[in-house]
């Protein structure tokens, strides 16, 4: 980021260990992360104002964007920061304000660039929402107060946040702490690389999974501003809304498990077909990846193509939620969300490979189990979801919103007859249902019975295409019970050692099964599958 790293020095050395520093603290212990994020995740939803008629009109995007920033604000620089409304806000227009100045340094010559760069760069975004001027003189006086604290803590003898006292303490270690702390004690890298480190990794953790991650099924190859956004500004709660028929289903596993395992990493391992419908949202709407060859020259790949190519995938035009998890019944390889193969590169391949894809992954469960736990989301009738959001902007890879879409959310009703009784909120109550051509089994015992929300008082939902779906009955029909079983087998022997298997594989090209080969997965897996038999 132009202005950030001390002049001529080039890259800085602090970005080849960051991603050593998600590894060995966001990656490896990310069981200590879920709580913090979870309790977030629960305080973006209470934020939510509603009105004196009961409403609150909230921008998906807009939703999406925050609880994300929050929750990843809690990794990266604890709690009180987390719950700074001036911080926060500064987070999320810093990380529009960087793609907006990089775009308009992307207009300036090469040759021109070391004269006006840094000018350039202050000027960019001046005086419009997204000043990334403004926006990082709060960071930074946020940053600087909180390094501040850091150094008081570090002058008291014994309090020194090492590796010892690490391992000691279930608390996560917030990651702006670990890299001040690491460049206080081993002299590695100077103060504003650490600053620089921390603005990079902000828009690497939180644009990426507001945006690519909890807006899965949208269109990342951007048209120019005013142009048709047809499907590019969706949300995940209106992307799940025009494909209603996967609601009941998720809802309904991450009820269970969230049940059984709390808000925790085994829960969040064991939300197979949730990891499915993620998989397959990222599959059809991949984020740009780069490499760089030699210094000015992009080589596009072609995530996109390859990830709807026939030559990998049957059908691939169709979105298919369940698809991964029928590729696992079936024996194949790669097919949890955050597993990395040729055929799927939104992650990325080899030792760059994403290590904050475990945290990404757990994250989006965790929201979006939050959100059908507490929401019923039915996509919008007047078209408000279909236009461009006026004043955003949009570019090849990146989309700036003004955060001018409205939904309107209705709060909690309260109906205490019955526990299992649930009353979902409505997103958008004007709402009709999506048509989709996924074909729901029909099954003649419940035809008759009202579908999915008896309590939301009105008989749309009845028009709603429903899938059954219980853990603890017989498979789905799409699913023969043997590879059922042997499916859920696999995810529990996957859960139980899951910390040893995500120590093992960020950035290293090969699937998260820790010292698994695929051979080894394929074989466990069909082994399961006759002992099912
Ligand atoms: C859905 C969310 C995410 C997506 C789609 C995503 C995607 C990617 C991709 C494609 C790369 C590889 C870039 C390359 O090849 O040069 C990457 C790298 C990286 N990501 Fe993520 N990411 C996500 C979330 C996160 C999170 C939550 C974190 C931090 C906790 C993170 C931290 C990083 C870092 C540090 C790198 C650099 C790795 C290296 O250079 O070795 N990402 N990400």
């Known amino acids: ?85 001036e911080y926060l806000r500064a987070v999320k227009e810093h990380i529009l304000g960087m793609i907006m100045t990089t775009r308009v340094q992307f207009l300036v010559p090469d040759w021109l660039k070391k004269y006006i760069g840094g ?63 690491s460049s206080v004690l081993r002299h590695r890298w100077s103060y504003p690389e650490v600053l620089g480190e921390m603005l990079l990794l902000q828009f690497a953790f939180i644009y990426t999974t507001g945006y690519v991650g909890l807006n899965p099924t949208h269109n990342l190859v951007m048209k120019p501003r005013g142009a048709d956004h047809q499907q590019a500004l969706y949300g995940a709660l209106a992307e799940l809304a025009r494909q209603p028929e996967y609601i009941q289903p998720l809802r309904e596993e991450v009820e269970a498990v969230l049940a059984e395992y709390g808000a925790t990493v085994p829960a969040c391992d064991r939300m197979i077909l949730l990891d499915s419908f993620l998989k397959e949202c990222q599959r059809l709407h991949p984020p740009a990846a780069r490499i760089t060859l030699k210094p000015g020259t992009h080589v596009g790949v072609p995530s996109s193509w390859i990830q709807r190519s026939s030559a990998y995938y049957e059908d691939p035009e ?32 080899g030792v760059h490979a994403c290590p904050g894809r475990w945290m990404a992954s757990a994250l989006m469960k965790l929201v979006i189990a939050e959100l059908l736990i507490r929401f019923d989301i039915l996509s919008g009738a007047e078209g408000s979801s279909q236009g461009p959001l006026i004043g955003s902007l949009s570019f090849e ?137």
């Open 397 to 533: 890879e990146f989309y700036v919103p003004n955060f001018g879409l409205k939904r309107t959310l209705l709060p909690p009703r309260t109906n205490s007859s019955s526990p299992r009784t649930r009353t979902y909120q409505l997103l958008n109550p004007s709402a009709v249902a999506a048509e989709t051509c996924m074909k729901a089994p029909r099954n003649p015992e419940t035809e008759d019975e009202p579908a999915s929300h008896p309590e939301s008082g009105d008989d749309r939902s009845s028009n709603l295409t429903r899938i059954e779906f219980d853990f603890a009955a017989p498979p789905q029909p799409f699913l023969d019970p043997p590879a059922w079983e042997a499916m859920l087998k696999r995810s529990r022997t996957k859960s139980s050692s899951g910390e040893e298997n995500r120590a093992g594989g960020a950035g290293e090209g090969r699937a998260s099964g820790g010292s698994e080969t695929p051979q080894d997965q394929r074989e466990e897996l069909e082994f399961s599958i006759s002992l099912a038999g």
């Open 318 to 349: 169709t979105f298919d939620g369940y698809r991964f998890v029928k590729r696992a019944a079936a024996g194949a390889t790669n097919t949890r969300l955050v597993d990395l193969s040729p055929d799927y590169l939104v992650f990325g391949m």
């Open 1 to 85: 980021m132009p202005g950030y790293f001390p002049p001529g020095g080039g890259w800085p050395a602090v970005a080849k260990t960051t991603p050593g520093v998600i590894r060995g603290t966001v990656h490896k212990h990310l069981d200590r992360y879920i709580p913090a994020m979870s309790e977030a995740i629960l305080t973006q939803l209470r934020a939510l104002q509603f009105d004196e008629s009961g409403e609150c009109t909230i921008s998906c995007f807009e939703f999406a964007y925050s609880v994300v920033a929050r929750s990843g604000s809690y990794a990266m620089v604890g709690e009180r920061l987390a719950n700074n409304e």
């Open 119 to 181: 000018f350039i760069s202050r000027l960019a975004t001046i005086g419009t929402r997204w000043d990334m001027h403004a926006s990082r003189k709060i960071l930074l006086k946020h940053f600087d107060a909180r390094a501040a604290e850091y150094r008081d803590e570090m002058a008291c003898p014994g309090n020194i946040n090492d590796k010892d006292d690490f391992k000691s303490t279930d608390k996560p270690v917030e990651i702006f702490r670990w890299l001040f702390e």
